[in-house]
């Protein structure tokens, strides 16, 4: 069996095609830029192809008998992963598993939630035996908030006060390799938390414990955080950051009462006091 990875380098996909190949299956990994797998296990094969150039995407199904589909927020989500799930249709895949966000009140008006949606109806309505991992937002959004974190002192994301069940992206990894070899293969939906429901204060205090100086939130205020990072993001992407912010502060994003953790996660999860600490000797 041939299991067809996109998204197979990043983040949350080397993870996955790490502990696959850990379980023996044979991967192979969708990319535009194959040296990248240079960080992958070697018996991984490369696909090369790119997402916005449909035509490229049915050759790399070729022999393939399931599928794991990870894509980045971009403006053409949505357009990339219908067009791969039409090309696992016509490649007859048995099974796969796409990687979205826990949907909560108000993320509806997020386009990237919204594309995400609509990737899922299709995984529904292919006729393939389907999974999507939801998962809780990650811990690994803060390696790019050095400048605000380290130099500045400030905690920048306005995640507000209800609590964020925030996970480390190796954590979802683990739980999307999972999902794909448990057998006999579960479809249906299953949402990923981190251990510990996190505000903006609790971050901050944890940063000002890690580095040994004051690292304060820099609040709930979503126009004077977009002021503030501005010149960081695209238009498009920091309109739908402010309206995923303006959910999460309304909502928090956490496990709902009783919900159980899921059963696709590793028995001890990492913590965020755990991660931070990695990422700030990184920052050393």
């Known amino acids: 069996m041939v299991t067809l990875v996109f998204g197979g380098t990043g983040k949350v996909g080397s993870v996955a095609v790490r502990h696959l190949v850990e379980k023996g299956c044979n991967v192979r990994v969708f990319t535009h830029a194959p040296e990248k797998l240079a960080t992958l296990p070697s018996s991984v094969e490369a696909a090369v192809g790119d997402l916005d150039d449909p035509e490229t995407i049915p050759p790399a199904f070729e022999g393939v008998d399931e599928m794991i589909l990870i894509l980045m927020v971009n403006p053409n989500e949505q357009a990339r992963g219908l067009a791969v799930v039409e090309a696992a249709k016509a490649a007859g895949v048995k099974r796969m598993v796409f990687v979205s966000l826990v ?131 695209p238009p498009w992407s920091l309109n739908a950051l402010r309206n995923m912010y303006a959910a999460v502060q309304q909502s928090g994003m956490k496990p709902e009462e009783g919900e159980q953790k899921s059963s696709l996660l590793p028995e001890k999860l990492i913590t965020f006091e755990a991660f931070a600490e990695q990422l700030i000797k990184g920052w050393n």
Do not use: C
Not at 104 to 124: C, D, M, N
């Open 103 to 233: 949907h909560g009140p108000g993320t509806e008006k997020v386009p990237f939630y919204q594309s995400k949606i609509a990737i899922e109806a299709a995984f529904k309505q292919s006729g393939i035996e389907w999974a999507v991992v939801r998962s809780s937002s990650f811990f690994q959004s803060d390696a790019g908030l050095k400048a605000d974190i380290w130099d500045k002192g400030i905690f920048s994301a306005p995640i507000g006060s209800l609590g964020v069940n925030r996970i480390d992206t190796r954590d979802v990894g683990y739980a999307v390799a999972k999902a794909m070899t448990i057998e006999p293969f579960e479809t249906g939906e299953f949402r990923v938390f981190g251990p510990d429901a996190l505000t903006g204060d609790s971050i901050a205090e944890i940063y000002t414990k890690l580095l040994g100086k004051p690292v304060r939130y820099g609040g709930d205020d979503l126009e004077k955080w977009a002021a503030f990072k501005g010149d960081s993001f």
